[in-house]
């Protein structure tokens, strides 16, 4: 058995301290990294990409493989839907000219749709996957800045939650942070249902979306898009599926379970989308230091 | 001379290889989702702790699990207590325990499977996690003990090798 000497029992006690001290403190604030976190997160996060690039290149090419294996049956699948596509694109053309000339009638130049893409690298997840985070090889010198939104080709995937010059931290969408909140719409036939992405449902794997207007007809199967309208994200950027509605716990709005498109088990490129439109932070300051009041009420 | 330097080099590979394997998880068995954790350092810190130095463990474990901390996980203090107290502990353990590398290797994971436990309860008690211990158990710990297994069965022997070259080259110098 180790033999503790007085000298030693004060230390122990004192850097148990210390640590508790510590814990606590890089818990509560979250939103920024002091000097010396974002020192050691730059050079951590270089050494990071040399790995992750050489990484990303050999999963690449099992990729490739795996899909020239399904090269056929894709083939059959993507003919069909060719010839879809062809009246599609036209009608997307006519649609955005209509657009562009309805714009200069009206004087109306920024749209909350607009936004300027910077392309980034997922350098490295959260290896003890509690927390549901990546992180990208762009930072604030890349004009990375905090709640910008992450997306893949296919959808939505988070938004930044922590920036330091060189690199940038995304919290995904699946996370369990109750103040994680997407202001979305459901694209249905003839109208458009608002409503607000909270929580993640880890036993269906499902995004949960609440307060819909219980009047308003959700179907399965239809779109899910962000709206714009919550300040950070801009508009149009598809978050999944509705596979579900039901009524929320109280019984005033509907609920629905969202399946996600986007893929998040090998997340490799990913698109942070920097808003044109001006919005006001100190407003959005406003609202995280309300919700955090509630919280503690809700405590 | 390469020797010397060879079991830091080893550490920040490692290191800097967890997160790379992070990305293929969560994988999906039978509609299931299954978390796989690679806990590739603290098994080599544990290697290290048993057949070289307890000592030299327990500092690398400090300034690992501190950069662990602030790079991944944003909460200081939490790695950077695990992982030189899972190379104490497995230091300790020399004494009694025979070294082979077969116990080696079951020893290293039952500490993985305790620090995964105290994992579990301390991101429970901060509300990070909401899931009960049974799918705890079943989604994370035992797909991450089997996945840390074969990485094991794979490297042990390499592990082994390597700090057994520098052990020896470290008896030369002295004599």
Redesign the interface.
Same mark, same amino acid.
């Given at each position: 058995m180790?033999h503790f000497s007085n000298k030693k029992l004060i230390l122990l006690l004192v850097s148990m301290i210390f640590? !508790?001290a #510590?814990?606590s403190?890089?818990?509560r604030d %979250?939103q920024n990294a002091t000097l010396p976190?974002q020192f050691? $997160?730059d050079t951590?996060?270089l050494? @990071?990409g040399f +790995? &992750?690039k050489p &990484?990303n290149y050999i999963?690449g090419i099992f990729n490739d493989i795996n899909s020239l294996l399904n090269t056929y049956e894709e083939n059959k699948r993507l003919k069909m839907r060719l010839e879809d596509f062809a009246a599609l694109q036209s009608e997307v053309n006519t649609l955005k000219s209509e657009n562009t000339s309805l714009r200069d009638i009206v004087d109306k130049e920024s749209s909350l749709r607009e936004y300027v893409p910077i392309q980034a690298t +997922?350098?490295? %997840? =959260?290896?003890? @996957?509690?927390?549901e $985070?990546i992180?990208l090889d762009k930072g604030s010198s890349s004009g990375v800045e905090l709640n910008m939104a992450v997306m893949t080709a296919k959808g939505l995937i988070g938004k930044i939650s922590?920036v330091t010059p060189l690199t940038s931290?995304v919290e995904l969408i699946q996370t =369990?942070n109750p103040n994680f909140r997407v202001s979305a719409v459901i694209q249905s036939e003839n109208e458009e249902i608002f409503g607000l992405i909270e929580g993640f449902d !880890?036993d269906r794997?499902e995004l949960i979306m609440k307060r819909i207007d219980s009047s308003l007809d959700v179907k399965e199967g239809e779109l899910v898009i962000s709206s714009g309208l919550g300040g950070i994200f801009p508009k149009g950027i598809l978050i999944g599926e509705v596979t579900e509605i039901t009524t929320d716990d109280f019984g005033l709005t509907k609920m629905a379970y969202i399946k996600p498109a986007a893929d998040?088990?090998? #997340? @490799?490129d990913v698109m942070i989308a920097k808003r044109t439109v001006i919005t006001i932070d100190e407003h959005e300051d406003i609202k995280n230091e309300q919700t955090e009041e509630n919280q503690n009420v809700g405590e | 001379m390469i020797v010397r330097f060879l079991i830091p080099l080893t550490a920040i590979v490692l290191f800097l290889l967890e997160p790379v394997f992070a990305l293929f998880s969560p994988i999906n068995l039978n509609e299931q989702t299954v978390f796989l954790v690679p806990r590739f350092l603290i098994l080599y810190l544990i290697f290290v702790s048993i057949y070289y130095s307890r000592k030299r463990a327990v500092v690398y474990g400090i300034i690992f699990g501190l950069l662990y901390d602030v790079f991944y996980i944003d909460i200081i203090g939490l790695y950077t207590v695990l992982y030189p107290l899972i190379c104490l502990i497995a230091g300790s353990t020399v004494k009694f325990i025979h070294q082979h590398l077969m116990i080696t290797t079951l020893l290293s994971l039952i500490l993985v499977a305790l620090m995964e436990i105290v994992l579990y309860y301390f991101f429970l008690f901060i509300n990070f996690t909401t899931i009960p211990f049974s799918d705890f158990m079943m989604t994370r710990l035992i797909p991450t003990i089997i996945a840390n297994l074969l990485f094991l069965v794979m490297l042990g022997w390499v592990f082994k090798y390597l700090i057994n070259a520098r052990v020896l080259q470290r008896a030369r110098e002295n004599t």
């Open positions: 180790p640590i !508790v #510590l814990i403190f890089s818990l %979250r976190e050691i $997160k951590v996060g050494a @990071q +790995v &992750a &990484a999963t +997922v350098i490295a %997840r =959260n290896p003890d @996957q509690w927390e $985070k992180i922590l931290e =369990n !880890v794997n998040f088990s090998l #997340l @490799q | -």
